[in-house]
């Protein structure tokens, strides 16, 4: 069973920072397509980043670009997000998925990460 595993969420003020990880095992994801989603209470999941199995041109959704930056390690089997100038409206569970394609789709996301939640205070 692949199991993909987020860490590094928590309470932040509005204008600070974290740094979300995903780590894998039983899946090499070197091989794979990784995205970040999330969902906020009351909200459909929606795309956040999205990056290729070679770690090229990151694609971001408008609301955290510049702001958002994703990035990966195949040595270390693992994916990172880092969030800066977070706003409240940042607050959601955040979500790591692998899959075949870099896209912007959940369902073409094969596995899924239990979510860590990320809470940007006002």
């Known amino acids: 069973q692949v199991q993909l595993v987020e860490s590094g969420g928590g309470l932040v003020q509005a204008g600070g920072s974290l740094r979300l990880s995903c780590a894998a095992s039983?899946?090499?994801?070197?091989?794979?397509?990784m995205g970040w989603f999330r969902q906020a209470p009351g909200k459909e999941r929606e795309f956040v980043a999205t990056?290729?199995?070679?770690?090229?041109?990151?694609f971001y959704a408008d609301s955290v670009k510049g702001r958002f930056t994703t990035s990966r390690d195949n040595a270390k089997n693992t994916v990172y997000l880092q969030m800066n100038s977070l706003k409240p409206e940042d607050t959601a569970v955040y979500y790591c998925?692998?899959?075949?394609?870099?896209?912007?789709?959940?369902?073409?996301?094969?596995?899924w990460g239990q979510g860590t939640q990320v809470t940007v205070s006002s």
């Open positions: 990056i290729t199995w070679s770690g090229g041109t990151p």
């Open positions: 998925a692998s899959g075949p394609r870099a896209t912007t789709m959940p369902e073409t996301y094969d596995y």
């Open positions: 039983r899946r090499t994801l070197s091989t794979y397509a």
